[in-house]
C-alpha cells in the first residue's frame, strides 16, 4: 500500500485556496499509484480559524468544501482534517474532525478527543471532544486516525492538563496496523525532535507503523515547521518531509525502511522558522515591501537578514535614521550590512524634528529635567518616519526588538515596537548573536562590528544597554523560570543562584511592561512560551 | 436569619487587599448581628485572574489568605470565592470555587460546574468542572451554593453552548430553602436586567429565596456593575444593591420584603461603568492623572466629562492640538468644554512638526501625490505630544476612539489611537450622542456646538466622517449583524433592508482593520460584543 503525506500551507480560512491544494493533490497522487493520502489537521480551513468558526455561514463552507474533495477521490481512500457541526448532544456545537472518504464516498468522521486549552491553545471555546476512536478498514488492513493532541499525552507531553481518557490506550485493544495522525503543530526552538519522540511512543504502545501529516506555514503569530513523519512499527523513524516548505511524504507499507534519524541544526531551523513567518505574513495578506529602520545595532541587522531571505533583497528597504547621540557606527555599519545584502538603504536625519518637539513642548516642561521622555521623542519620530514610507510607498514596517527587551519593557510604545510585524519579539538576546553568527557562518554578512559593540538604544550620550539591564544572560535565565515555567521567584534565585531582590526586581518590571506588550505588534512566536500569543496576565493586578 | 450579600471591589491579585476587605466584612457583620455573609466568585483573588493562575506561588498563597478568612469566622456563616487545587482527577489541576466556613471552621467547597469559555471567559483552560452540588445546613435551614455560570444555562442565557448539567435541575431534588449564587459578572449594556431575569428562573425552579453577590469595579477592561440581588421564593426581586460601588446586601429571612423592581436608566448606567471603569484602571495602577488631546469634536469631548467625574477635574489635562485643517471651532468649543468642566487646557500647535515631517519626507516621495499619510502624519505628531506629557508629568493619556470607528479602521495607530486606556472603544456613535445628551440634561456641559457639528477628523481641508463613512446608523446595524450575532452578509442586508455590497464592503472593512485593533489600548468593554476583550479573528486570513 502506498501512503502519502500531503504537507500543504493553507491559508486561514481560505477554504477556496487551501481546498484548491487539496484537490491538486489528490490528482497527482492518483497518477502516482498512491493508494492513502493524510492530510493535516484543518486542512480545508488552516489552522487556526479562532473566531471565524462562530459564523454559521463559515461553517456551511467547509462543509461545501468537503463535499467537493469527496467527489474528486476515486479510488482514493483519503482523510483530511476540518471543523463539522455537532449535531447530537454536547456543551459545544462543532467538532476538530477528520473526514474519512474512499472512492468518492465519505465513510465517515474521527472527532479529536483531546482538545488542547493552554497557551496558545483555545479548543474547548469551539469543540465538543470527540467520544470514540473507530478502526477503517482498507486494504486488509485496519486504519487508526488520530488528530494531533490525540496521541501526545500517551508520551507525556502535554501541559498543565491529565485529559481523563488516552486515545492510544484504548487504540491498543483494537489492534490497528496503521496510525494516523493529523497535525496542526505550532513550532517551537527544538520541537521537531519531541514530535519525533510522540510518535515513537504510539507507535511502539501499538507495535504498528504512524504517518503524521503536518501543517506548514505561518498564519498570524504561528509558525507551522512541518517535518511529517513515518515511523515504523518499531516506533523507529524511517521518513521525513522537509522543513518549512511544503512536501510530500510518500511511503510503500510493503518495504521495508532503514532507520533515518531526525538531522536539524536548531539555529538553522529557528532562522528558517522566522523567515517563513515573516514571508507568509507578507504573501498571504497581499503584500511584497517591507521597511525597518537599521540602527547599527545587532537586533535591527538580523531583521535586515531575515526580511531579504524572505522577500527578496529588491522587496526590503532600510532606513537609518541618526540623531545627535548617534554613533558614527550607526550609520556606517548600516550602509555596510544594506551592501552585503544588497538592499536599498535611504538616511533621514531625527534631528530637525527632535529639535522642533524639545522647541514645542520646553514651556510645558520648564523646571523638569532631560529623562526617558526626549528618548522616547526619538524613537517616536523614527517611528512617524516608518509608517510614512509604509503607507505612501505600501511597505509593511517590520519591528525589530528582541524578546529579552520585550519582557523588560526596553523599548518605546509607538516608537521602535511601531510596525505590522514584530520579526524576532520571540527570540532571545542570545538568540539574536547565535542566529547572527549563524547567518556569517561562511562570510561576513552581518559587519563584525555590529557583532562586536556593546548594545546600545543611542538614545542618549554614552547609552549602553548594561545602564540599565542587568546581563542579557540574566534575563534570559529569569525568563526562562518565570515565564516559560512558572517558577516561584524562591525557587528561580536558588536554581539560579541569583539574589532574590535581583529576581523580584526582573519579575517586577516584566508585570509593569504588561501595558506596553498589550499594544505590541503581532511577533511570531518560536519558544515554549512567548509573550505576545498564548500568554495571558492582566496588567492592572496586585500581585507583583 | 439575617443574611448579607459583601458586594466588594477586589483588585485582580492583590491578595493582601482584598483578604483585608473580607476580614473587615466579617468584623462589621457580627457586630449588625449578621447569622451568614456571602462574598462574591474569586473574591479573594478577584476575577479573572488569567495566567497567574498557572503558578503554583499564587494558588498557595489564596490558600494561606483563605486560612485567614477561616480563623476570623466565629459566629458566622461563610461562603466565599476562591480557586483552589484539584487534588484528584481531571483535566485541569484547578477548581473555581466557593469555601464554605462556619464558626472558625472550613467545612468544605462547592466547586463550579459550569465553566464559561467563550465571549471574554476562559474557564476551561485553567479549571476542572466541578461534579456535584450540595446542601449545607445551618440554623434549620438547608443552603444551596452555586457560582455565577452555574445558575445561567437553566434560564435559557448562555452563549454557544449547552451545558450537560444543570445544576439547578439538580438541585430541584434536594429542596433547599436558600439559594446562594456568588457571582462576577461583567457589564454590558442591559445585563443588569438579564441577572434578574436569570435569578428569577432559579428561584421559581427551587421554590426557595435566592441571594446573589456580585463583583463590583474594574479590571483591565472588564467592568463590573455590582447591582447583587434578593428574590424570594416566587422569584420577585426584593432588593437590590447599589450600582458601580462597593455596597451591603442585608437581608432578614424571617421578614415578608414586598416586591422592589430594579429601575435603573441604561445610558446613566453605561456612563457610570465608563467612570468606574477609568477609576479603576487608574487608581488600581497607583495613577491619579489624566491627559487627553480635545479635538472639539464629540468623542472627546464624552471622555473628557467621563474622566472628570472619575478622576477629579483637578487631575484632567486637555490638549487641544491645532493644525493648518483645523476648524476653528475646534480649539474654542474645546476652550468651552474644558471651562464648563473646570480642566486644564492647554495649546499645542501640530504646525511646526508638520512642516518639518513634510519637508524631510519630500525628497522620498516625490511624484507621489498627498493621500492618508499626510494625515496620519497629524495624528502621530499628536501621539507624540500626548506620549511626551505622560512621560514628562506623569499622567495616563486617554485615547478617545468610539467603537464605530475602531469597527473599520476609521483611526490612526500610534496617533490617535494611543494611550493607556481606550475609554470608548466599545460605544458605538449613537451611544456618544445618547450619553453627551444625558450629561447635558441639565446644563450645557459639552458645548451644543460639538453636538451639532457634522463629526470631522479635520486632518484635510473641509473633510467630513461622511467622506469615507457611510451613516452610523447603518455601520452599526452591520456591527450589531456581523460582529455581535455573527450573521452572515445576505442575512444583514435582509434584515436591514441594505444593499449586500454596501454589507460586504463594511464586513471587508471590519477584517481589514484588525491589524490596527491588535495594537490598540485596552478598552473597556460594555456591550455584548467588544472588539478588544472577547473576539478573537485572524488578521492573515482569506474568509473576507
Known amino acids: 500500500m502506498r501512503i502519502l503525506a500531503a504537507q500543504l500551507n493553507p491559508t486561514v480560512c481560505d477554504l477556496e485556496g487551501n481546498t484548491q491544494k487539496i484537490l491538486q493533490t489528490l490528482e497527482r497522487a492518483r497518477k502516482q499509484k498512491i493508494d492513502l493520502v493524510l492530510f493535516a489537521e484543518m486542512a480545508i480551513c488552516g489552522y487556526p480559524p ?11 463552507a467547509v462543509q461545501s468544501s468537503l463535499e467537493r474533495v469527496v467527489k474528486v477521490s476515486q479510488h482514493l481512500f483519503v482523510v483530511v ?17 477528520a473526514a474519512v472518504i474512499y472512492d468518492g464516498k465519505l465513510l465517515g468522521y474521527q472527532d479529536k478527543i483531546l482538545l488542547p486549552t493552554y497557551d496558545v491553545f483555545d479548543e474547548r471555546r469551539y469543540f465538543e471532544p470527540g467520544r470514540e476512536v473507530h478502526l477503517w478498514d482498507f486494504k486488509d488492513k485496519k486504519i487508526a486516525v488520530t488528530i494531533c493532541e490525540d496521541i501526545w499525552q500517551h508520551a507525556g507531553y502535554v501541559e498543565y492538563t491529565h485529559y481523563a481518557k488516552d486515545p492510544v490506550e484504548e487504540l491498543i485493544l483494537l489492534k490497528p496496523d496503521l496510525l494516523l495522525n493529523l497535525s496542526a503543530s505550532p513550532y517551537q526552538f527544538q520541537k521537531p525532535a519531541v514530535r519525533v519522540k510522540v510518535c515513537a511512543k504510539s507507535a511502539q504502545s501499538l507495535c504498528c507503523p504512524l504517518l503524521m501529516c503536518c501543517q506548514v506555514g505561518s498564519n498570524d503569530q504561528l509558525v507551522f515547521d512541518g517535518y511529517s513523519l513515518f515511523l515504523d512499527g518499531k516506533g523507529t523513524l524511517c521518513k521525513t518531509a522537509k522543513g518549512f516548505e511544503e512536501d510530500e511524504l510518500v511511503v510503500d507499507l510493503d518495504e521495508v525502511l532503514p532507520p ?80 552585503n545584502l544588497g538592499v536599498q538603504l535611504i538616511k ?47 511597505h509593511i514596517v517590520l519591528s525589530t526588538g528582541n524578546k529579552s ?19 524576532i519579539s520571540d527570540v532571545t538576546k542570545k538568540q539574536v548573536y547565535e542566529l547572527s553568527r549563524w547567518i556569517n557562518r561562511e562570510k561576513e554578512i552581518i559587519p563584525l562590528a555590529v557583532l562586536e559593540k556593546a548594545p546600545s538604544a543611542e538614545l542618549r550620550e554614552n547609552q549602553k544597554d548594561s545602564d540599565s539591564l542587568p546581563e542579557y544572560d540574566i534575563v534570559d535565565k529569569v525568563l526562562q523560570g518565570y515565564v516559560e515555567n512558572c517558577l516561584s521567584p524562591q525557587e528561580i534565585a ?35 512560551k512567548a509573550f505576545l500569543a498564548g500568554r495571558r496576565y492582566p496588567i492592572v493586578q496586585g500581585w507583583m
Do not use: W
Open 348 to 394: 533621514v536625519s531625527i534631528e530637525k524634528p527632535f529639535g522642533v518637539f524639545l522647541n514645542l513642548l520646553e514651556p510645558l516642561f520648564q523646571g523638569k529635567g532631560v529623562d526617558v521622555t526626549e528618548e522616547n521623542i526619538q524613537a517616536r519620530i523614527r517611528g512617524i518616519i516608518l509608517m510614512a514610507i509604509s503607507n505612501k510607498l505600501g
Open 260 to 339: 533515518c534519524p531526525l538531522v536539524y541544526d536548531p539555529i538553522k531551523d529557528l532562522y528558517q522558522a522566522l523567515v517563513l513567518g515573516v514571508r507568509d505574513y507578507f504573501h498571504k495578506s497581499g503584500f511584497k515591501k517591507g521597511c525597518l529602520g537599521l540602527s547599527g545595532g545587532i537586533d535591527s541587522a538580523l531583521v535586515a537578514c531575515i526580511a531579504a531571505e524572505a522577500l527578496g533583497k529588491e522587496n526590503v528597504l532600510g532606513i537609518t535614521m541618526p540623531s545627535r547621540y548617534s554613533s558614527s557606527g550607526s550609520v556606517v555599519d548600516s550602509e555596510k550590512l544594506a551592501q
Open 81 to 97: 482534517g476540518l471543523v463539522r457541526r455537532n449535531t447530537s448532544k454536547g456543551e459545544k456545537p462543532l467538532f476538530n474532525s
Open 50 to 60: 479562532e473566531d471565524l468558526l462562530l459564523h454559521h455561514s463559515f461553517i456551511e
Open 405 to 423: 527587551e520585550m519582557a523588560l519593557g526596553y523599548c518605546t510604545l509607538y516608537g521602535d515596537m511601531a510596525g505590522g510585524l514584530s520579526v
Open 494 to 528: 536558588e536554581k539560579n543562584n541569583l539574589s532574590i531582590k535581583l529576581v523580584l526586581d526582573l519579575i517586577h518590571r516584566i508585570h509593569r511592561a504588561e501595558y506596553k506588550r498589550r499594544q505590541a505588534a503581532p511577533g511570531l512566536r518560536v519558544s515554549k
